[in-house]
């Protein structure tokens, strides 16, 4: 039996299509609809839906908003 086969080679695998290395998150599907079409006016509408998220988990965290 061959000992070359199967295992982690040089060069194997998928070629990234961006030319650098990238990263999966996961977000809410509405956010995620939101930055598929993203321009920069809807940017603040963005960044906003982000900050009352984060500020609602943290109140559910510690009962208020730390300031």
């Known amino acids: ?3 070359n086969h199967g295992g982690r080679r040089n ?3 998928r070629k990234s ?3 650098q290395q990238t990263k999966v998150i996961r977000l809410p599907i509405d956010l995620a609809r939101e ?3 993203l321009t920069p006016e ?3 509408n ?3 839906q982000l900050y009352k ?3 609602t988990l943290l109140t559910m965290e510690h009962g208020k908003y730390p300031k």
Do not use: D, H, P, V
Request: glycine letters at 14%.
């Open 46 to 48: 963005l960044t906003e």
């Open 1 to 3: 039996m061959s000992t």
């Open 42 to 44: 809807n940017i603040n």
């Open 11 to 13: 060069g194997a695998g």
């Open 17 to 19: 299509k961006y030319g």
């Open 35 to 37: 930055l598929e079409f």
């Open 53 to 55: 998220r984060r500020r």
